[in-house]
């Protein structure tokens, strides 16, 4: 059995071979040498001073060996599950049933997915009025702003001053959109680089929205 001390600032019993106290860190000798916590017998010469500082030095090392080693197990993983992820082949193993009939889920990757064929306006549904003050007022090209979904652009043009539909022209050209609009002071102008199909349209306080098909 190894012999004992009391420590002589806590007062709680430690082994004679420890130079410091592990209770409290209180030094138990007079020896300058710094042998760690566990006195002599503390073999290991390098310090973690990041697991020393966290854990008060006490198993510092052995504790933040511990740190790294379970730090890299956690990143291993992770890059196993990214793999996985981008490996991912589709679940076989689904079956649907309708009226006793099996459904074929699993359809063939070179497959095309059928997409909805939005409805195209066509030229004469368009506002298409006769502007007759446009050339005799100040021409201006409006404000726009454009928004990207999946399978539609939308345009919105800002043409304040213009309240009715009857005072707009859409036109659908070879390579673009004309849009002409009357207000009473002046006159919008604006071309659209863009041969989508209009699918939709709305003027609504002095904005006119264009929804526009992507194919």
Known sequence: MFKKNTCGKCGKKI??????????????????????????????????????????????????????????????????????????????????????????????SNNKIKQIKLKEISQKDLPQNNLKNFSKLQREEPLTNIRRFSEKVIYEINIPGVNSLGDISITKLESSIEIKALAKTKAYSKIIPLTLPITDYNLSKGKLTLELGVK
Not at 22 to 44: A, I, M, T, Y
Not at 67 to 82: D, L, P, S, V, Y
Not at 86 to 99: G, S
Request: net charge neutral; glycine share 12%.
């Open 15 to 108: 082994s004679d071979s420890y130079e410091f106290c592990p209770h409290c860190g209180n030094s138990q000798g007079n020896n300058s040498e710094n042998w760690g916590l566990l006195g002599k017998d503390d073999n290991n010469s390098k310090t973690d001073n990041f697991s020393g500082n966290i854990f008060g030095g006490m198993g510092g090392n052995f504790l933040g060996k511990m740190i790294n080693n379970a730090m890299k197990m956690i990143e291993k993983e992770m890059q196993r599950e990214m793999n996985q992820q981008k490996n991912m082949q589709p679940r076989t193993n689904m079956r649907l049933m309708i009226n006793g009939k099996e459904i074929n889920l699993n359809q063939n």
